[in-house]
């Protein structure tokens, strides 16, 4: 198990993270990106873990050359991963480390997804009332690659941002937690990375 004694908080991106829903937004993806006649590129997709669903929507139509409404292409995303409703489910590395380090050290959710769903998720699973604070793209002005929501969710805590460590899933959530100056413990897969070294 992880050594995190040298901090004095943990935030955790949430979607692949510490909640398996990763399968669930692809799905949503897909079904988006049929109605609207754009290409589904599931590694692009997942790729983009973290960013924001309008953000996501703009990439699309530069990579594509497109100009769906970004706010029609977010609500239909919205809408459809709603319908799915999916079973969530924990991964298990990420919630035994927050297990463990319950009471010790403060804990957050910092993640690209807008409040309702992240309230309601965190609530579902039991985990809302383990954080002291969520930070979600509707509470920041610059979603994930950029700092905010690391640097936001240390500040809600009353911690600097080297007093943090993140855990993240995708190479975007990494570069916000980098670009945010804190360190960063990967989860690929479900599974923790541990630090070389």
């Not at 924001?52 to 609500?75: H, M």
Request: aromatic share 6%.
């Amino acid at each position: 198990m992880l050594d995190l004694s040298q901090y004095k908080g943990i935030v955790f991106d949430m979607d692949g993270t510490i909640i398996d829903s990763m399968g669930s937004h692809a799905k949503a993806w897909q079904q988006t990106c049929e109605s609207f006649g754009i290409p589904y590129d599931k590694e692009y997709i997942h790729s983009l873990g973290g960013v924001p669903t309008r953000e996501i929507a703009k990439l699309l139509n530069e990579k594509y050359g497109l100009n769906c409404d970004l706010d029609s292409v977010a609500k239909k995303k919205r809408d459809a991963w709603l319908a799915l409703d999916d079973n969530l489910t924990l991964i298990t590395d990420t919630f035994d480390v927050m297990k463990k380090y319950q009471g010790k050290l403060k804990m957050a959710v910092g993640t690209g997804s807008e409040r309702t769903n992240a309230i309601r998720m965190l609530t579902e699973t039991g985990l809302l009332e383990r954080l002291e604070t969520v930070v979600t793209s509707t509470d920041v002005t610059h979603g994930k690659p950029h700092g905010e929501t690391f640097l936001t969710a240390a500040k809600n805590m009353g911690l600097s941002a080297q007093e943090c460590v993140v855990f993240e899933d995708t190479k975007i959530g990494k570069q916000a937690a980098d670009n945010a100056g804190m360190d960063c413990i990967m989860v690929i897969n479900g599974k923790i990375q541990l630090p070389a070294g």
